[in-house]
């Protein structure tokens, strides 16, 4: 009876069982780690790509702002009126409004396209155009550039075919007239009038405007 009763007092057996279980929850708990630690590894890398894609745009956004607000131009239009005297029909001749400055340093004939365009009250078309902008150790960005009828210029950057991080750059342009040319000149009866028209338009940089978000 002893024997029987120790057998059945021995706790052997259940010390096997708990060791069992306790390993059984130590490979649960490091189970759980890990599936943590690899949810994190995933989420920090989003993290970091969308960190890249937003300095990308926003270095972009500032990079275009900085060199589209130097920029200026005059527009000069002549016209040239010769009148034969009696007689005869007068007759006009103009070439329209012209962009010749120095200053002007839009890195593409389209932009004198648009403008001169503009300047002469024809329809822009087509008044936008896709860059890239490529920066270092960032993604590639997207610049949509609009030209409207009052040399207004509006950028969208983004970075991807669905537009993440989507930025916007207004350009605000301001437009001067300047004093208005005439001169007068007679030769074998005729007398031609040249008559020189031009304004200036420029951006400030305090008037450039960077936004998040569709607009």
């Not at 010390?15 to 306790?22: H, N």
């Not at 409004?97 to 329809?123: L, V």
């Not at 860059?131 to 009828?149: E, G, K, Y």
């Amino acid at each position: 009876m002893r024997r029987v009763w120790g057998k059945l007092k021995s706790s052997a057996g259940a010390s096997i069982l708990f060791a069992i279980l306790v390993f059984m929850l130590c490979i649960l708990a490091g189970t759980a780690a890990l599936t943590a630690a690899a949810a994190n590894s995933g989420r920090y890398t989003h993290l970091k790509a969308e960190q890249q894609k937003y300095l990308a745009v926003s270095s972009a956004a500032k990079l275009m702002r900085n060199q589209l607000a130097k920029n200026n131009f005059t527009a000069t239009k002549v016209t040239t009126t010769t009148d034969p005297g009696s007689g005869g029909t007068p007759s006009t001749t103009s070439d329209g409004y012209k962009i010749s400055d120095e200053n002007f340093t839009f890195s593409d004939s389209w932009f004198t396209d648009c403008f001169e365009k503009a300047a002469n009250g024809e329809s822009i078309s087509p008044n936008q155009k896709t860059f890239t902008i490529t920066l270092d150790d960032v993604p590639d960005v997207t610049a949509d550039v609009t030209v409207s009828a009052n040399y207004q210029v509006t950028v969208e950057l983004y970075v991807g075919t669905e537009k993440d991080n989507l930025t916007n750059l207004t350009l605000v342009p301001t437009r001067e007239n300047l004093p208005t040319e005439t001169v007068r000149a007679e030769s074998g009866g005729n007398v031609t009038t040249t008559t020189t028209q031009k304004f200036t338009v420029t951006w400030q940089e305090e008037n450039a405007v960077i936004s998040q978000g569709r607009n």
